[in-house]
């Protein structure tokens, strides 16, 4: 019999540091394995944020630069001007994207910059200790909002990808799912949607993927994934949306 | 051939930056450098380059990051509160050895402060003005041509070393039309390899451009690696101009827009047959401080003269005041000393005794 599920060449043969039910590493291997299938690995630049995800070099092989928290798209931005032949994405958290580094998001995404973006929502910061992110819902505990996210105070669950729908320079936009297999599937048909964009020169192309966090939602992995199917995934509704 | 023609300190650092090679420029406006902005849009649109203008300083230094991080020479420029605002950047461009070129046309602070020039980011740009143990060259021009040769050596320095050059340029500077004079046929040089920037990993491990590591002992690896290219500019690169301190019995030591006004001073007053000469730091950082300890073997007293309220004269006095007296006159705000100023000054040191 063949052996056809085997680990992509993008992808580094080593454990990764993600907590157990963590998201990273099903959407780190679903990159590695679009890049692979692409045949672009040798030519693919990745942005990794600051977050949980930073040294998501470790687990690449492919060329990375780091930048500095919500910069990501600035330093993108730059390396695919001056290298226009080159795969070049991002790789982003909630609150890399849509709270420090809102302002290079929007930009970015209205010059039409040619990019792809790979947006993690996982509805709070993991890497410092589960704080509340710009898209924790409401009534969320955190380590910020004790009592819940208050929306009178914090705000609402900030809606991203909505927004950028908005932006003419915007090319595609769609949200999905890590939280079942089937979710797994079209995330990985939607990321490769996107670096087909890229490749065809088609312009700014965004994949919002509700990802878990086991540690700090307090929940066992199973629960984590049920809870992105019966609430966060009601707040952001998955689809393509652009 | 030689071409001579009449431009702003501005726009010769612009030109030079076109003959250094610049392939990428990203600047936010801001007063008293918007003409350097301009002509970069402008000239890249005629010789090739990427211009860009971005949503914001941080922005603009994290694109410099990335165009430099691909292997091409990148610059940006602005004014002090910009300038501050690309802090983040410059510590990440240090820390992960990339080179850039940054211009700083100096306006007065603190705060929004106003568009008129000033010296008082001396402090920032020398010291390392973002966090960790960083320097960057900081290279001080004192005219339009200065501004134009210092811009082009800064691409070079910066492609040597891997490190980030500063030109601290000010608003008189900057505003100021002068002739300039340069080669017209010169070629921009060829960059040197850059095994390190990220191609594409063709036939070669994964390049990663970084400042972190989770691991405690690699960062402190790669502080010392730093310390050590910092103690090799040191060695190699500092540059200075001096006159008429062979019998000097009190030297002025100025840098920038500030020089010229003190050179004035100090030319006047040896036709009335005082001892006094001028000593102006080129490189700030490295620092001239083994030249200034050997001045004040011989030079008794030493007046340092800025348009701020007393930052180089720090560095003046660690080097020199074990040996000599020295003095301080500033004006900061955007007040700028004049000739009769520093002539009054220079005469009150001269008088006093030691």
């Not at chain 1, 992808?11 to 692409?38: P, Q």
């Not at chain 1, 970015?108 to 710009?134: C, D, H, S």
């Not at chain 1, 929306?151 to 908005?166: A, Q």
């Not at chain 2, 003190?262 to 036709?271: F, G, M, N």
Request: charged share 25%; aromatic share 8%; hydrophobic share 40%.
């Amino acid at each position: 019999m063949a052996k056809n599920y085997k680990r992509p060449e993008s992808l580094v043969d080593v454990a990764t540091h993600y907590c157990a039910g963590c998201g990273h590493g099903i959407l780190h291997r679903i990159v590695a394995e679009v890049i692979d299938e692409l045949g672009v690995r040798e030519k693919t630049i990745a942005i990794a944020p600051v977050g949980c995800a930073v040294s998501a070099y470790d687990y690449w092989q492919f060329d990375c630069a780091e930048a500095a928290h919500g910069r990501a798209l600035a330093v993108a931005t730059a390396i695919k001007r001056v290298q226009p032949d080159k795969v070049v994405f991002t790789y982003q958290g909630d609150g890399d994207l849509a709270a420090i580094g809102t302002a290079e998001t929007i930009h970015a995404a209205n010059r039409g910059e040619n990019l792809t973006v790979i947006f993690v929502n996982n509805a709070v910061y993991g890497m410092t200790g589960g704080q509340m992110a710009p898209t924790t819902l409401a009534d969320q505990k955190t380590a910020t909002t004790p009592a819940g996210r208050d929306v009178k105070k914090e705000g609402f669950p900030l809606k991203i990808s909505e927004m950028l729908v908005l932006l003419d320079g915007v090319y595609s936009v769609e949200r999905t799912s890590l939280s079942t297999p089937a979710g797994v599937l079209v995330t990985k048909k939607a990321i490769k949607g996107a670096f087909e964009n890229q490749i065809q020169g088609k312009g700014f192309s965004i994949v919002e993927v509700l990802s878990m966090c086991p540690t700090y939602w307090d929940k066992s992995p199973a629960d984590s994934a049920r809870w992105i199917e019966e609430v966060l995934s009601q707040y952001f509704k998955l689809g393509k949306l652009k | 051939m030689k071409r001579k023609i009449l431009i702003s300190g501005n726009e010769a650092m612009g030109e030079a930056a076109i003959r250094a090679g610049c392939r990428f420029y990203a600047g936010y406006p801001i007063t008293p450098q918007n003409e350097l902005t301009a002509y970069m849009a402008n000239a890249f649109q005629k010789a090739g380059g990427i211009f860009i203008q971005p949503e914001s300083e941080l922005a603009a230094i994290s694109m410099v990051y990335g165009a430099s991080a691909s292997g091409v020479r990148a610059m940006t420029s602005s004014s002090s509160p910009g300038i501050s605002l690309k802090q983040e950047g410059i510590s990440y461009i240090s820390g992960a050895h990339i080179p850039a070129v940054i211009i700083n046309v100096m306006r007065a602070g603190p705060g929004l402060g106003n568009i008129w020039p000033a010296q008082s980011d001396y402090f920032q740009a020398v010291k390392g003005g973002g966090h960790g143990d960083y320097h960057m060259i900081v290279l001080a021009p004192g005219s339009v041509q200065e501004s134009f040769d210092l811009t082009k050596l800064a691409f070079d320095l910066a492609d040597k070393y891997r490190i980030a050059s500063m030109i601290l340029s000010d608003g008189i500077l900057g505003q100021i039309m002068e002739a300039l004079e340069f080669d017209d046929e010169s070629k921009p040089p060829q960059p040197p390899e850059k095994p390190w920037a990220l191609t594409g990993a063709k036939d070669r491990k994964p390049n990663i451009v970084r400042s972190l590591s989770m691991k405690r002992d690699e960062v402190e690896k790669n502080n010392l690696l730093l310390q050590k290219k910092y103690r090799r500019i040191e060695s190699a690169e500092v540059r200075f101009e001096a006159s008429g301190l062979k019998d000097a019995a009190l030297a002025v030591v100025a840098y920038g827009s500030m020089s010229r006004i003190a050179k004035s001073a100090v030319e006047s007053l040896r036709k009335q047959g005082k001892k006094v000469g001028i000593f102006r730091p080129i490189t700030l950082w490295p620092f001239p401080k083994k030249q200034l300890e050997k001045l004040s073997g011989k030079t008794k007293k030493i007046l340092v003269v800025e348009m701020s309220c007393g930052q180089m004269v720090e560095d003046v006095r660690l080097a020199a005041a074990k040996s000599a007296t020295v003095g301080f006159y500033g004006r900061s705000g955007g007040g700028i000393p004049t000739e009769k100023q520093v002539t009054r000054e220079i005469l009150k040191m001269l008088a006093q005794k030691r």
